[in-house]
């Protein structure tokens, strides 16, 4: 494991130790991350930090996936199938990835500029809702309260 919050730490090394299953790097002014991580890494901790982007592949170990309070614009496409756990929120998305691991139990995005999700509504349902609301504001409609006005 490797914590290392709170070190005014604007970079990490292109290098991780092999056979890392925890890195905390959160509260640290970073705005990326190493485009490779160890394949072994099943938490990520790197919320409330600056970054802007994520690297667009993510270990297949990952289980747990805290990115909150950052200034992400997007996710990655694909996200590893592994992943339980996604924090997400206060963020700068507007969409999600059009496919989500099928084992994700916990979505946390509240605060981007996605619709707001319900406790009662599954995850394959926000996702597709998300999107349906998303295509109709791309194509000039306008978009009031998860309503489409032509």
Known sequence: QLHCPNNHLTSLPDTLPAGLTTLGCHYNPLTTLPDTLPLSLTDLHCHNTQLTTLPDTLPAALTMLY????????????????????????????????????????????????PYHTDNESIPDYVARAKAIAEAASQDHIVYNDLVFL
């Open 67 to 114: 990115c909150y309070n950052n200034q992400l614009t997007r996710l990655p496409d694909t996200l590893p199938l592994s992943l339980k756990e996604l924090y997400c929120d206060n963020n700068q998305l507007s969409t999600l990835p059009d496919t989500l691991p099928t084992g994700l139990i916990t979505l946390y995005c509240s605060g981007n500029n996605l």
